[in-house]
């Protein structure tokens, strides 16, 4: 067996394969998602069965909430370590209704 071989057999991860993956890393359920972004549980299990595509708000949004890079949830790369990343580096509580404070 070659690395070619084996390189092959690396599935492809999808938007929404990361989407699922970013929230079970965090431990958290569609439920606790679906508050988080002011949706239905319904909504989040569309967006995880790759029945709808979420619009770029609720995946910036995603990535907060599940604390990983948001270019790696958009696109499946993984970060460069440049500094110029997606990166979560000031997390914001984003409730329907309220709005992180200003500094």
């Given at each position: 067996?070659?690395?070619?071989?084996?390189?092959?057999?690396?599935?492809?991860?999808?938007?929404?394969?990361?989407?699922?993956?970013?929230?079970?890393?965090?431990?958290?359920?569609?439920?606790?998602?679906?508050?988080?972004?002011?949706?239905?549980?319904?909504?989040?299990?569309?967006?995880?069965?790759?029945?709808?595509?979420?619009?770029?708000?609720?995946?910036?949004?995603?990535?907060?909430?599940?604390?990983?890079?948001?270019?790696?949830?958009?696109?499946?790369?993984?970060?460069?370590?440049?500094?110029?990343?997606?990166?979560?580096e000031h997390p914001?509580?984003?409730?329907?209704?309220?709005?992180?404070?200003?500094d």
């Amino acid at each position: 067996m070659t690395i070619e071989t084996l390189h092959s057999r690396v599935p492809e991860f999808q938007l929404k394969d990361r989407l699922r993956l970013a929230r079970e890393l965090k431990n958290l359920e569609q439920a606790d998602i679906a508050v988080e972004l002011g949706v239905s549980r319904a909504t989040v299990s569309n967006y995880e069965r790759g029945v709808t595509v979420p619009g770029k708000l609720v995946i910036n949004a995603w990535a907060v909430i599940c604390d990983v890079d948001v270019d790696w949830l958009k696109t499946g790369k993984a970060p460069t370590g440049d500094g110029g990343g997606g990166g979560v580096e000031h997390p914001v509580e984003i409730r329907r209704g309220k709005r992180p404070p200003l500094d």
